[in-house]
């Protein structure tokens, strides 16, 4: 799964560049997201408010876009309040003022390298800016 646009939204308390907020039981896999993403308490550049159950993932993510919330106090690089697993997922080393929330900051250029693409796993392939993919390549 992939989002890239921009997403805006001053209204809602959670937003993400994939998605504003996930509750319950979820397993969220080999997604990304381009997205900017501004407005709301909960922000992060994949997810906004993330709260499942303990069975609850997050895997092979990533989000190259740049959050920007309300307050800073729930801005995360890649999800903005999580609560759930989150394992091999990453966002970019260049925002700052961000919790890094179990996700790991790589640079723009890190992105863009077959190392990186490989680190997620079978699903992607480099791509141009950053990993892309299979099915889309």
Same mark, same amino acid.
């Given at each position: 799964?992939? %989002?890239? @646009?921009?997403?805006?939204?001053?209204?809602?308390?959670?937003?993400? /560049? &994939?998605?504003? @907020? &996930?509750? *319950?039981?979820?397993?969220?896999?080999?997604? %990304?997201?381009?997205?900017?993403?501004? *407005? /709301?308490?909960? !922000?992060?550049?994949?997810? /906004?408010?993330?709260?499942?159950?303990? &069975?609850?993932? !997050?895997?092979?993510? =990533?989000?190259?876009?740049? +959050?920007?919330? !309300? $307050?800073?106090?729930?801005?995360?690089? &890649?999800?903005?309040? +999580? %609560? *759930?697993?989150?394992?091999?997922? =990453? %966002?970019?080393?260049? !925002?700052? @003022?961000?919790?890094? @929330?179990?996700?790991?900051?790589?640079?723009? #250029?890190?992105?863009? $390298? #077959?190392?990186?693409?490989?680190?997620? /796993?079978?699903? =992607?392939?480099?791509? #141009?800016?950053?990993? $892309?993919?299979?099915? =889309?390549?």
């Amino acid at each position: 799964c992939i %989002y890239l @646009n921009q997403l805006t939204r001053s209204t809602s308390n959670s937003n993400g /560049g &994939f998605v504003g @907020n &996930f509750k *319950g039981r979820f397993v969220v896999t080999n997604c %990304y997201t381009t997205a900017n993403v501004s *407005g /709301g308490i909960h !922000i992060g550049a994949f997810s /906004g408010y993330t709260h499942g159950s303990r &069975f609850s993932r !997050i895997e092979n993510c =990533f989000a190259t876009g740049i +959050p920007a919330s !309300i $307050t800073e106090e729930k801005q995360g690089g &890649f999800s903005g309040d +999580p %609560y *759930g697993s989150v394992k091999n997922c =990453f %966002y970019r080393a260049d !925002i700052t @003022n961000v919790n890094s @929330n179990y996700a790991t900051a790589v640079s723009l #250029d890190e992105f863009a $390298t #077959d190392e990186f693409a490989e680190k997620l /796993g079978d699903a =992607f392939v480099k791509g #141009d800016s950053c990993p $892309t993919l299979k099915c =889309f390549a």
